[in-house]
């Protein structure tokens, strides 16, 4: 591989490509670039392109000259109008900037010509092999239907999700005054438009449904004439009565493309043909262009091509994984539109301007506070009070705020018995201020612990050392309730400690205790072999739910939960992947659910009505073959049919071969769909790790409590600090008496310095 890249082919004549070249010829006009583009230079899709100010800061300090000639032309705004069962909602403060795609890429061509760029229009670039062979760097910036992503498709590792949801791109001859959502209900479904402007005259429109609902509506029977002026009539409120039209428009489905490698020898993907966001969040130019600008700056910074190529995917790949997170939250939640229709107005549109994620309450507290306090007047908050500590009752118990300590397994109890660790840690977390603070998985027998060091009530003795623990949460921080977790570990029991090696077995000399499960299967290959439980013995273990339930209500706790996610017992039953019974306790869901029912109706029966009862349940597998969505959904039903009060939905640990998609919030969307499906409230986990994510989610009614474990180990009071950084003071959270002094942040040390006020002559 050479030292530095000087001959350089580009592939595609799109933004990306066009940019890299244009900047790789600036940084050095020695260099040789040549960039095939197989349409007219005039040719292109789609009408308008959104830019970011982060973008356009890169585009300022690496090229003034495009810089300086897209500042002339973009179209600017601040508003985006949320259009629904005939309310429009207008939220301020938001700083869009556009402009017009082909004048874009006039601007690049020009820029391109004046430096010296060979552009190639209307002509194929060579083969890949032949133009690797010929230069010294290929740039392929081919798009989201790739050739050279295919043709090296085993050194790329390339994975492409086809989505459900149709859509077509077109434009209006007039301006929006706003980026616009209108959400329009049909006899057939659903659909939406996407508008905004990219000119003084001219506005990017998008339609987009449910495949079904595109099908019922005819559009698969239409010519594109056709599409267009149906989508006119259906959106004529939107358009004024105006007309759409095309641009090589057609009905897509959008493709998620995610790479392995973006590299491969001296061959390097950018823009779409490595990575694709959806449209809904407007990133497919700004990725194309910020990977030329991070591509130009390797080339130029590292020693090697080799070596900048690895650099360039070192700083790219995590940024663009955290689009893509946030693209594919924004994509799912247009396509599960239909689950929010019935929102209250304001709630549907906060919920939809926060799908993504990217924007919080915060920040829109900040942008557009008159319109946030308005949602949050129609939520039910109190004058000054976040979303998080508003108050939400249980069955009998009432929790002062929306903020769970979820169950973390501490291993540190002797013989079941939790001790003055746990009077420290679960103490320490309840005068933290959340209004609910969980135990750890607490276990039925000896048999069912996880490990040597796990709790237990099934003994007298450990029950009494609960008793101790609630009445200090019940005495020294009065209105926090604390909750029981019940569960039998199953076939991920007679294990190590965490920190000796997690779900490892124990050695063979310690004291293994034998395991049963649904159905004789490992969790590891190195795992004991569990027993399948027979018929007969299910009553045992349903009984002793029923006396470690008892033993709960007599040690004061004020909720319990049970127990059925994460592999083990219960869990274990509900999992196709872990349940390969083929008596009445296995088969279809119907059967897989039996067992767990009856164990939670026995443990129902004993516990004091007044007292609230949740289900934990793992949401998926993340594993082919496990549990589906649908599924999940018919299991919390289920529950709830039997008395639960609330389903705390976490996902995932079943099987050890598992491919969780970790990210923030990630488990939320299971809870959001529950919720809304079900029927039944739900406490959202999973990398839920700041005080402005509680109150996003909280508000835009996608869970109604929000469980959080590693933000609790790093600060056991996060939730009093939370309503400190709020400059909140109120019933949703109260300081003990004996910290009061420590309810504002300290100061810190001066970090200005006083400005001179006199400059003297020299």
Known sequence: MTVRARRIAVIGGGPGGLYA??????????????????????????????????????????????????????????????????????????????????????????????????????????????LREAYDLVIAADGVHSKTRDTYADAFGPHIEEHRNRYIWLAADFAFDAFRFDIAETEHGVMQLHGYPFSEGGSTV????????????GFADMDVRESIEACAKIFKDA??????????????????VVNDRWSHGNCVLIGDAAHTAHFSIGSGTKLAVEDALALAACLTEQPTTDAALAAYEEERRPVVAST?????ASLQ??????????????????????????????????RDAGFTEAVEREFGCPEGTPPMFTPFRLGGLELRNRVVVSPMDMYSAADGVPGDFHLVH???????????????????????????????????????????????????????????????????????????????????????????????????????????LAVAELADVREQFVVAARNAADSGFDLLELHCAHGYLLSGFLSPLTNRRTDAYGGSLEGRLRFPLEVFDAVREVWPDERPMTVRISATDWAEGGTSEEEAVAVARAFAAHGADAIDVSTGQVVSDERPAFGRSYQVPYADRIRAEAGVPVVAVGAISSWDDVNSLVLAGRTDLCALARPHLYDPNWTLHAAAEQGYVGPGVVWPQQY????????????????????LPG
């Open 333 to 366: 939640w247009f396509e599960e539109l239909g689950r929010y229709l019935d929102q209250p107005p304001r709630q549907f549109a906060f919920n939809l301007l926060t799908r993504s994620r990217r924007v919080t309450h915060e920040n829109l507290r900040l």
């Open 426 to 532: 679960l103490g320490a977390r309840a005068l933290g201020g959340a209004g609910l603070v969980m135990t750890e998985m607490v276990c039925v027998s000896p048999e069912g612990r996880i490990t040597p060091g796990c709790a237990g009530l099934y003994a007298p003795e450990q029950a009494a050392s609960w008793r101790r623990i609630t009445d200090f949460v019940h005495t020294q921080s009065p209105g926090t309730a604390i909750g029981v977790q019940l569960g039998h570990s199953g076939r991920k029991g007679s294990t190590r400690l965490m920190w000796e090696g997690m779900d490892e077995p124990l050695p063979a000399a310690d004291d293994n205790w034998p395991l049963v499960a649904a159905s004789a299967l490992r969790y590891r290959p190195d795992s004991q072999l569990p027993r399948e």
């Open 21 to 130: 070249a244009a900047l790789l010829k600036r940084l050095d006009p020695d260099r040789e670039i040549t960039v095939w583009e197989r349409n007219a230079p005039d040719d292109t899709f789609g009408f308008g392109v959104v830019l970011s100010d982060e973008t356009l800061g890169g585009i300022e300090h690496a090229d003034p000259v495009v810089y300086r000639a897209l500042q002339d032309e973009f179209v600017r705004w601040d508003d985006i109008d949320i259009v629904h069962r005939g309310q429009r909602h207008t939220s301020t403060g938001h700083g869009f900037a556009a402009l017009g795609r082909r004048r874009l890429l006039e601007i690049l061509h020009g820029r391109c010509r004046e430096l010296g760029v060979d552009l190639r229009f209307q002509e194929e670039a060579p083969p890949i092999a032949a």
């Open 740 to 759: 009061g002094a420590g309810s504002r942040r300290p100061q810190t040390g001066r970090l200005d310095a006083p400005k001179p006020r006199l400059v």
């Open 206 to 217: 998008i339609v987009e449904m449910r495949e079904e609902v595109w099908r019922a509506a």
């Open 239 to 256: 358009l004024g009565g105006r007309a759409l039209r095309t641009n090589n428009s057609s009905w897509a489905t959008f493709r998620t």
């Open 324 to 328: 893509q997170r946030a693209a594919r």
